[in-house]
């Protein structure tokens, strides 16, 4: 079964992750399957009138998959998937412009309002605007302002620092969640054939 076009789980499962060229083959795995699932098909789209829901809806679904590698698990657990969010948002280059309570009423109101009834909750709105930062309240501070340009962007240098912490060979804890979560993927993938 494939996890990507140029890999199958077959590939992964063939890795000892036993030297360093491995573990780059390993990686490079994991790089292929993101940048075909939500980067490439959000740069097709990301300049297309009115894809800024498509845009936020694929960021969300990356984000929750890089905490999933990040926490090493297989799936985010039942009734975590708030926590999840809102330590990916405040723990990591995100945390700059997100605070917890940012934090929370992004993925209520975006992420939630995307994500399950393809809408923008409250007072939110997406914008495509150089002028606007990252995120700021709106005026009533009852909603968010995001620029999904620049979230988008953000998103992508967090996913390369991701791979990049991978390749360093002191971080062995965060090597063994990504080789959890990967053999999850690919365990499921095999099983699919």
């Not at 990686?27 to 936020?56: H, K, M, T």
């Not at 994500?115 to 005026?139: C, F, K, M, N």
Request: glycine letters at 4%.
């Amino acid at each position: 079964m494939r996890i990507s076009p140029k890999y199958s789980a077959h590939d992964w499962h063939r890795l000892t992750f036993q030297t360093e060229e491995e573990w780059h083959q390993g990686v490079d795995i994991f790089q292929e399957r993101v940048r075909e699932r939500f980067l490439n098909p959000i740069s097709r789209i990301e300049d297309c009138p009115y894809s800024g829901f498509a845009v936020l809806a694929l960021d969300c679904l990356l984000i929750e998959m890089l905490q999933q590698f990040r926490e090493g698990v297989e799936r985010t657990p039942s009734g975590m998937s708030k926590l999840f969010f809102v330590k990916f948002l405040t723990e990591s280059s995100f945390g700059e412009a997100f605070d917890k309570k940012k934090a929370e009423r992004f993925y209520r109101q975006i992420r939630c309002g995307i994500l399950h009834q393809a809408e923008i909750r409250g007072r939110s709105r997406i914008l495509v605007d150089d002028e606007v930062p990252l995120v700021a309240y709106t005026d009533d501070q009852k909603g968010l302002l995001v620029n999904r340009r620049v979230f988008h962007r953000m998103l992508m240098q967090e996913f390369q620092s991701y791979i990049d912490e991978l390749l360093v060979p002191g971080n062995e804890d965060l090597r063994a969640k990504f080789i959890k979560k990967m053999k999850h993927i690919c365990k499921t993938a095999c099983e699919i054939i």
